[in-house]
C-alpha cells in the first residue's frame, strides 16, 4: 500500500511536492510584449483592443521557439519573460511530466491570455504551460466569461486547448470580496461559473478538463465559510453550476486552498486530517444534490441579480469613501503581527514612518481583513446586506429559510455579525475624535491630567481623520439599522467585547505616554510632533527605537577614558527616568496590545 500511495504521488505530482504555480499581474504579461512586438499601448484602451486582438493573433501565426539558457534569464528584465524563462528550465533541467500553472491576476480581456500564449510559444513551452486568468477584480468578474470568448475566438487559443487537455481558471474570493463585497463576490463568482459552461459548450471543447481554483482565506470576509467544511464547499462550488457543467459535457475538477495556518488546522491531528479529506471525498463523488434543480433562488433569478447588486454597489461606494481609507489605515496595520511574507502596505523611512494609505488597494487582501476583524466590524462582509434586505424583506426572510445555496450565503453574513458590533467600531472611531479626549480633560479631576489629554486632542487634529471617519461610520450605522429591521441579530459575546474594551485603554495609556516626551530639536531627520504622529498610527516599536537614539540611556562612554590632563566636567545627560517612566512602559503595553489583538482573532475564528 505504502508503495502504492508513494506511485500514486509521483503520477499526480512529478518530481514535485505539490502542483507548481507561478503567478504574476496581467499589466506585466502586456508590458513584456509591448517591447518585443512593438505594440502601441495596451488593451485598457477599449476602442484598440479589437486591433490588438488581430496583432496577437498575427504574431501567433509566426512565433518560432528560440532556445533558453540561465544567462539568457539572468540578463532579462521583463517580469513575464523572465517568469516564462523560469518555467522552461524547471521543464529542461527538473521535470516536464507535469504542467506548471501559469496563473495571471487582473485578467479583464482575451488579449491577456494570447499574449501569455505567445510567450509560452516563444520559449518553446507551450504544452507544459496551463495559463490560468485569476477573475478577483469587479471587472474580471463582470466580464470572465467574455474575456474566455475573446481568446476562444482565436483558433490558436482553441488549439492549443485541445493540445493541454485542459482549462484552469482562478476565482479569488479574497479580493473580490474586499471590492464588491464576500456575499456580492460568491453571486458573480457563481454566475461566472455557469456562463463559463454555455461559452465552453458553444466552442465545442467539451472534451478538455475543466480545472475551477477557488482561492481563499480560512476567515469570515475571505471566503472561509464558517459553518461546516461540507458547507463550504458547497459554498465554494453550488450545486446548480455543477450540474450546469455536468450537462455541457465537462469534466470538471474542483480545487480549493487551505492557506495559511489556519487552513493547516483542519490537518493538524491524524484524525482532524482524515476527517477532513472524507468530507472532501464525499463532496466530490456525491450524486448531484437535490437542491440543484429546486433551490427557490434560482426561480427568483431577478430578484437575486438586484439582490447582489445593491450589495456590490454599496460595497463599491464604501470602498471609496475617503473614511473607509482613514479608517483602515489610521492604527490598523500596526495592530497585527506580520501576516504573509510581504508587509501590510508599503513603507517608507524618514519622518512619516509608515506610509499613509489612501485608498484601500494598497492594503493586502489578508491585512485587509484582518483589521476589519480588529476594529469590530466586517464590513466586507457585511455592508449593502442591509440596503439589499430591506427593498424586499418578506422575499428576504423566505430565501433564508427555503434557499440553501441562500442561507449558506447568509450563514456568512450571520458569523460577521457575531464577530462584532457597530457600538464596538463607535469606539475606536471616538478614540480618533479629539473632541472625546477634550471631553475628558473637561472632566478629570487628576493634577496634570487635563494638559495631557488635550495634549492628545491637538495631536489627533494634526492627523486629521475625524470627521471622514465619523461621516463613514454614519454610513454604516445607516446600512446597519436597515439590516436590523429585517433581520434582527445577535450580541458579540462578551468575552470579545471585553477584549476589545482592555485594548483600548492600552491604545489610550500608549498616547497618554507620549505626551510625556520630552521636547528636543529636530535630530535624525525626525522632530517630537513626527514621532508623536508615529505613535498615534501605533508605530511604536519604530518611534521607541528612534527615541532611544534621541535619548540616550547612558553617558557617553567617552567621558571614561584617560586623557592625561585633569578631568573635564562630566555632565553629559542621562534619561533614565524617561527610559524607565515613559520608553520601557510603551513597548511593554504595545505588546500588550499586541497580544489582545492575537486573543480578539481566537474569539473571531481566524486563527492564523
Known amino acids: 500500500m505504502r508503495l502504492a500511495v508513494a506511485r500514486a504521488g509521483l503520477v499526480s505530482h512529478g518530481l514535485a511536492l505539490a502542483h507548481t504555480h507561478v503567478r504574476l499581474n496581467a499589466t506585466q504579461v502586456h508590458n513584456a510584449l509591448r517591447h518585443r512586438l512593438g505594440f502601441d499601448g495596451g488593451p485598457e484602451d477599449r476602442a484598440r483592443r479589437r486591433g490588438l486582438l488581430a496583432a496577437i493573433n498575427a504574431a501567433l501565426d509566426t512565433v518560432e521557439p528560440v532556445p533558453v539558457n540561465f544567462g539568457a534569464l539572468l540578463t532579462e528584465s521583463a517580469s513575464a519573460a523572465r517568469l516564462m524563462m523560469t518555467v522552461a528550465q524547471i521543464v529542461k533541467h527538473i521535470d516536464r511530466s507535469q504542467p506548471i500553472r501559469f496563473l495571471i491576476a487582473e485578467t479583464e480581456t482575451g488579449y491577456t491570455l494570447l499574449a501569455a500564449l505567445w510567450l509560452a510559444r516563444r520559449n518553446g513551452v507551450e504544452r507544459q504551460v496551463e495559463i490560468s486568468p485569476l477573475f478577483e477584480t469587479a471587472e474580471g468578474l463582470e466580464r470572465g466569461a467574455r474575456v474566455l470568448e475573446e481568446a476562444l475566438r482565436s483558433p490558436h487559443w482553441r488549439d492549443y486547448l485541445r493540445a493541454t487537455g485542459r482549462l484552469a481558471i482562478q476565482f479569488g474570493y479574497s479580493d473580490s470580496g474586499r471590492f464588491v463585497g464576500q456575499l456580492a463576490a460568491s453571486y458573480w463568482i457563481e454566475r461566472l461559473r455557469l456562463k463559463l459552461a454555455e461559452t465552453l459548450r458553444r466552442y465545442d471543447l467539451s472534451g478538455i478538463d475543466l480545472i475551477l481554483f477557488n482561492t481563499h482565506g480560512e476567515s469570515i470576509g475571505r471566503g472561509g465559510h464558517p459553518t461546516s467544511l461540507a458547507d463550504r464547499l458547497e459554498y465554494l462550488a453550488p450545486a446548480a453550476s455543477r450540474a450546469q457543467f455536468a450537462a455541457a459535457g465537462l469534466a470538471v475538477r474542483e480545487e480549493s486552498s487551505f492557506q495559511g495556518s489556519d487552513g493547516y488546522l483542519l490537518f493538524g491531528t491524524p484524525a482532524l486530517a482524515a476527517a477532513t479529506v472524507a468530507r472532501i471525498a464525499e463532496h466530490a463523488f456525491a450524486p448531484e444534490p437535490a437542491e440543484a434543480s429546486s433551490d427557490p433562488v434560482y426561480s427568483e433569478a431577478d430578484w437575486a441579480a438586484e439582490f447582489f447588486g445593491t450589495i456590490r454597489l454599496e460595497m463599491e461606494a464604501l470602498v471609496e469613501d475617503p473614511g473607509y481609507t482613514a479608517l483602515l489605515g489610521a492604527f490598523g496595520p500596526s495592530l497585527l503581527d506580520p501576516t504573509g511574507s510581504r508587509p501590510a502596505a508599503r513603507q517608507r523611512d524618514g519622518l512619516g514612518g509608515p506610509e499613509v494609505i489612501t485608498h484601500p488597494r494598497e492594503l493586502r487582501a489578508i491585512p485587509n481583513n484582518a483589521i476589519l476583524h480588529q476594529l469590530g466590524w466586517l464590513a466586507n462582509t457585511l455592508h449593502g446586506l442591509g440596503r439589499a434586505a430591506s427593498r424586499s424583506p418578506e422575499t428576504f426572510a423566505e430565501l433564508r429559510a427555503r434557499s440553501p445555496r441562500f442561507g449558506r450565503a447568509m450563514a456568512m453574513a450571520e458569523a460577521a455579525r457575531r464577530a462584532g458590533s457597530l457600538d464596538i467600531l463607535r ?146 545627560a542621562s534619561y533614565e527616568q524617561e527610559h524607565a517612566e515613559v520608553f520601557a512602559p510603551m513597548r511593554a503595553l504595545f505588546a500588550l496590545v499586541r497580544e489582545a489583538s492575537s486573543a480578539i482573532t481566537q474569539e473571531v475564528g481566524a486563527h492564523g
Do not use: C, M
Open 427 to 572: 469606539a475606536y472611531v471616538a478614540t480618533l475624535d479629539p473632541g472625546t479626549w477634550l471631553d475628558r480633560a473637561g472632566r478629570t479631576r487628576r493634577p496634570g491630567r487635563p494638559a495631557a489629554l488635550i495634549a492628545v486632542a491637538e495631536a489627533l487634529e494634526g492627523l486629521g481623520l475625524s470627521e471622514p471617519v465619523r461621516r463613514l461610520f454614519r454610513r454604516l450605522q445607516r446600512d446597519s439599522l436597515a439590516l436590523e429591521a429585517a433581520w434582527p441579530g445577535e450580541r458579540p459575546p462578551e468575552r470579545l467585547v471585553l477584549l476589545h474594551a482592555i485594548r483600548l485603554a492600552l491604545i489610550h495609556r500608549i498616547w497618554l505616554l507620549a505626551t510625556r516626551i520630552p521636547d528636543f530639536s529636530p535630530r535624525h531627520g525626525i522632530t517630537r510632533g513626527a514621532l508623536i504622529a508615529r505613535i498615534l498610527r501605533l508605530d511604536v516599536p519604530a518611534a521607541v527605537a528612534l527615541l532611544e537614539q534621541v535619548f540616550p540611556r547612558n553617558p557617553d562612554a567617552v567621558l571614561a577614558l584617560e586623557f592625561a590632563e585633569p578631568p573635564g566636567p562630566a555632565e553629559a
